[in-house]
Each structure stands twice: as C-alpha cells, then as structure tokens.
DNA sequence: GCGATCAGCGG
DNA sequence: CTTTCGCTGATCGCT
C-alpha cells in the first residue's frame, strides 16, 4: 500500500526515471564508494599535524608577545576583546553577541596592528591542524589504513550528494599548505595510479543549455575561456583587452550567477558598492539577454507552480517566492533561478557515474570509483587498466547527457591526490 | 553532555 | 534590513 502510494506521487511528478533509473542505481554506485574507502598515508598525516603544532606554537608565542598578555586565541570573544579593547583597533562588523574577528574584519585590520597578519596565519594553520591533520587522522581505520566517508544522497536541496565522518568534498586545495592535506591520499598502491575526471564549468554549460542565450551557447561551441568572453561582455572591451583584474570581477559575476549570490553578495566578495554590483549585474543581462529572460520566466512560473525542476525533473519546492517580505522573496529568486542550474549539473554527473559503474563492472575492470566532487569524479585505476579506464570515463562523462553546448571533461592522474 | 555561536573549508 | 550550502571544530553557557 504504500508502495503504490509512493509510485503513484512518483508517476505523478512525472519522476519515474529520476528514481528508479538514476537514483537507485546511484545509490549502489555510492555504497560501493563508501565501502572501497580511499588510501592515506597515516605517518605523512602526523607528520603534518606535528608541522602544523610547531609553527602554531611560534605564532602563540609571538602574538602573546604583541599583546603583551596570554589568552585564548581560539576563542573569537577574548580574540575580540584584545583587538578591540586592549589594542583599541577600530570595529568593522558586529556579530549578535559581540564584535567581529572573521578573516574579512582581520583582512581590512592587518595595516593597523601586527598582531593581526599573526592571527590571520593562526587562524589558517589551526584550521589545517585541528580539522583536517587531526580530525582526518581520528577516522583512519588502523587495520586497512583507509578512510571510509560516507556519503549522503537525501540532505541537500538541489540534488547534490554531501559527506561527512569525514567531509571529503572541502579537503583544502587552495592554499600550498593545504594542498599538502591532498598529499596524503593515495592510489592503492604500487601500481596503481588515481585518476580524476572534471567537468569544465559544468554549471555554465548548464546554463546556455537552458537559456539558450546565443552568446553564452557560441562561447562553449567555440571553446572560449567563459570568465574573459564575460568580462568582454560586461565592461565593454575586447577579449584581447581583458585584464586579469577584469577577468576576475567577471569570473565573480558568473561564481554569482552560479551559486545564487545577491548583489550585496557580489559586492562583498568584490569589495565594492552595492549599486557598482547591481550595474554588474544588469550589465551581465543586457549582454546575454537569454539568460534575462530564463530568469524572469522561471521566477514567472515558480510563482504559479511553486516550485522548479532540473533537466531529470527533480523537483524543489520554494513558497517563499511570494513572500511579501522583500528579503525572503529575493532568497526565494535566486533559489529558483539557481536550482535548474546546480540541480541539472548533479543530475549530469549522477547518470555519469552510474554509467561509469556499469562499464566497470561489464567490462571486469579492477578500477574503482572513490570520490564524487560535485564536479568531478575520482578513481583508483591499475596501471595496465589505465587506457580502457580513461577512455570509459571521457565517453561516459562527455555524453551522459545531450546538451546544446558540449560537455568538456578535463582529466588528471597521479600517485596522491595532490597531484591531481 | 548538549546546543548555540563563530569561524572557515570546498564546489 | 540583507549575505550560497553543507560540513566540522573550538568555545562557552547551560543542564
């Protein structure tokens, strides 16, 4: 009985596929993941938190001297009473309880005090140390010295899967330090290599595909680099003009686009005024009016349906989008222009994947897929499987989904997954 | 021991 | 007035 219920709302939204022809197989995919685990090297994780606790020792010393007291630097309240009180540096920003000491409040106070480049580079080596050199070493199996995440495919709003115990979708990679972290995961052995697949600028693709806006669909035809043909676009220059400084501010229009900022958003992350945002924003629509106009009919019809769907038709319900409250209501706007987007990439790779599976499997392959990225795919491939590995992913990525634009998938293989 | 708060990581 | 999400760790006040 409830079967037929479940199948009946599944038919009903029209879901059928989704479930039973991604999702469930999917759900294998993601258990034999969670069950292979991934290789470290636990004495090269000790040896970086040991790396880590030395120069966080130094720092200690070195900020207690600037301050000319001790105290505890972990907690952001006596961190703010030394800055703000004892140091008498300007408050930037208040949180509900106190003042400020995020790295964007310590950012605009480093010319002002020397104690804050040292509590910057605390801040960071901490985090490096206590969340992922220790936590990461906490969940090492002892006997087979891998870590076995596991992932969830129900938490999120867009379709994304998450991780936890631990999270191997935010291992850092941003920073040399950080990337040392991706240092110590390895292939399963020797003879063995990782190999990784990434789309290039899945979402964006995404995004022409659905709006059919002309520009951005030439653009991916054409294989420009998106962040400069933007840049092009929206300051009015040509490509060959494009600054690095103009390449950004675009490439933070286009994260915008991406991930659903606000114009107050954009400004923050570009440390400028709200309105020189919006002026980005909208010069941003005037130049590809396709994406304009996906917006204002998808805001159309989420008002009437109440919700929006991605390429497989998942569904995400989003009442707020009429709101009377203005901030609810612009959440609720960029929720429901965002969705499809993020959505539809996790769609592309979900199916990818359960591809991927398959051909392993059919094909007797020893390879094994690890880790899912959002963005990208991981695996562990014999040696000898490499060529037969490589080409299954390339062909299973490339075209698990016909897009209008082309699906561009950029691979890299290496003993540890820093080299990646 | 638990929840709230603050902070910071990735895509 | 606002701030992308999901995750983890440290602190702190509470039971």
Known sequence: ALKKAMDDRIND??????????????????????????RVNPDKLQELSVKFGKKLIELTKDIYDLADTEFNINSPKQLGEILFERLSLPVIKRTKTGYSTDAEVLEKLRAAHPIVENILEYRSLMKMKST???????????NTERIYTSFNQTVTSTGRISSTEPNLQNIPVKTEEGRHIRGVFTADGPGHVLLSGDYSQIELRVLAHISQDPGLIEAFIKGEDIHTRTASEVFGVLPEEVTPLLRDRAKAVNFGIVYGISDYGLAQGLGISNQEAQEYID??????????????????????????????????????????????????????????????????????MVKVYNHLKQNNLKAKILLQVHDEII?????????IVKQILKQDMENAILLKVPLVVDFMQGYTWEEL
Do not use: C, W
Not at 132 to 142: E, H, I, P, T
């Open 379 to 387: 695996l562990d491939v014999p040696e000898d499987e490499l060529s």
């Open 283 to 352: 010069a941003y629509f005037e130049r590809y009016p396709g994406v304009r106009d996906y917006v204002r009919e998808t805001i159309r019809s989420t008002k009437l349906s109440g919700y929006v769907t991605t390429l497989l038709n998942r569904r995400r319900y989003i009442p707020d989008i009429n709101s009377r409250n203005y901030h609810l209501r612009s959440f609720a706007e960029r929720t429901a222009m965002n969705t499809p987007i993020q959505g539809s990439a996790a769609d592309i790779i979900k199916v990818a």
């Open 13 to 38: 939204y029209e879901m059928h596929s989704l479930f039973y022809d991604v999702e469930m197989p999917f759900s294998v995919v993601l258990s034999d993941m969670e069950h292979a685990g991934i």
């Open 132 to 142: 992922y050199a220790d936590g990461l070493l906490a969940l090492v199996d002892k």
